[in-house]
């Protein structure tokens, strides 16, 4: 596992729970609001945490920690995620999930293992604006299989978009329609990420959607799914 990034407790990555953060390096996306962009390529990252020192720490904080969140980058980007996860719930840990969706097969399998409590996937765009947002060509097909997957895997889950400037109120409609009675929809503000060498996009500099466009929003989808919420606004 290459282990960029750990936040060691976090009451708000695991919704109910007190969980430990921790970023995987590497990502197939390229989204410009992306805060963790240092992280997405896995070749200029200068120091990652070794894994046995990061599984000691677990051990340590057992009773203070109920989870640990596996998020990135894309953490089934990972060869040994499989084995990592079933290192941490042997020592009695929850484990959530943050995915991008595009390795539906990786994210089976642990589902079907019974590997992860609580899955997150990101749902960037409504389809035909998904290279645009994440920046590289994606396999809808791929994102499809992933939703279909976890909505049918009777564990813990939610879906979440971040609110930018490039969606509108429609664009979250249609992302809510190919979701519709999911357990729980995240709209998530979108906030300027520190500036990374080299990451001069200007769509950065664009102004969030107000606290009122989120309400409108959430108001229209709310009968579409069973939960949602609004998150940073």
């Known amino acids: 596992m290459r282990i960029a990034g750990m936040q ?32 997405i390529d896995p070749n200029c990252i200068d120091e990652a945490y ?37 290192e941490i719930k042997s020592l009695g840990y929850l484990v959530k999930l943050d995915t991008n969706g595009t390795n539906p097969l990786i994210l089976k399998k642990l589902i079907e293992k019974d ?14 604006k998904y290279s645009e947002i994440c920046g590289t060509e994606v396999d809808i097909t791929a994102i499809k299989e992933s939703i279909e997957i976890i909505m049918n895997s009777g564990c813990d889950y939610e879906f979440r978009t971040t609110f930018v400037p490039d969606l509108n109120k429609n664009d979250i409609l249609q992302i809510v329609g190919v979701i519709r009675d999911a357990k729980r929809y ?15 996009d200007l769509r950065l500099y664009r102004t969030p959607h107000p606290p009122h466009v989120f309400t409108e929003t959430i108001s229209e989808i709310a009968p579409l799914v069973r939960s949602c919420f609004i998150r940073g606004v």
Do not use: W
Not at 9 to 29: E, H, K, Q, R, W
Not at 64 to 73: H, K, N, P
Not at 115 to 128: N, Q, R, S, T
């Open 8 to 39: 060691k407790n976090s009451l708000v990555d695991y919704p109910g729970n007190i969980a430990a953060v921790l970023f995987t390096a590497g990502c197939n996306m390229n989204c410009y609001f992306c805060h963790n962009r240092h992280i």
């Open 50 to 86: 070794d894994t046995n020192e990061v599984i000691g720490f677990l051990k340590i904080r057992r009773s203070f920690l109920d989870g640990a969140v596996i998020s990135g980058g894309e953490p089934t980007l990972q060869p040994d995620l499989e084995e990592f996860i079933i």
């Open 115 to 128: 590997l992860v409590d609580y899955v997150a996937m990101d749902i960037k765009a409504p389809f035909d």
């Open 186 to 200: 995240v709209l998530q503000q979108f906030r300027m990420p520190q500036k990374q060498k080299g990451m001069e």
